[in-house]
């Protein structure tokens, strides 16, 4: 991905859609090299999420992550992030699939579209799809196509068979020395 991310670097991960920043959350480096990026969003990091469920989009409002934080990998030109989610007793739960468009390597991290589409599988659970309403939504708004959301369903079609889970990042613990980032100055900017 990019090897000048090291351990405990602090970047930022923004979803452009159009020509507006929808989410845009500061996140601390686990592992970076070639062939994946792993990210964690520390609790109480306050990160910028749209107004509304679905595009086009108004703006946005900022809160703080809530506990117990998200783990991501990502790998480059993946149409998807996998996140490991932990319950409120720090346990796993899960695996998340953000359905989005190949990550675009910034100067203060990368940027990423959201594409509504997601995928969830708890720990000891089979693959369901998750916000397929919001996504015929947008679909019906205009601001995807017919043929683009099939082609998000295809890519979590993608997902289910590439990933393999567990993917041995479920017991990983983050140091407990890494603080909250903020937001850094114009990542409102496209």
Known sequence: MNARWRNGDVILERHVFGDAVTIARPARVVASDDDRLVTWVVPGTDVAFPNERVPPYSGTFVRQWHAPGMLQLLRPGDPYALALLRGPDDRFTGWYVNLQEP????????????????????????????????????????????????????????????????????????????????????????
């Open 103 to 190: 990550l675009r390597a910034t100067e203060l991290g990368y940027d990423t579209r959201d594409n509504i589409l997601d995928l969830w599988r708890p720990r000891n659970g089979d693959w369901r799809w998750k916000d397929e309403d919001e996504l015929a939504q947008a679909v019906s708004r205009g601001a995807f196509t017919v043929d683009e959301a099939a082609a998000f369903h295809a890519a979590g079609a993608r997902a289910m068979r590439e990933l393999e889970l567990p993917t041995g990042w479920e017991d990983w613990a983050p140091d407990p020395s890494w603080s909250a980032p903020s937001l850094p100055a114009g990542w409102e900017r496209p």
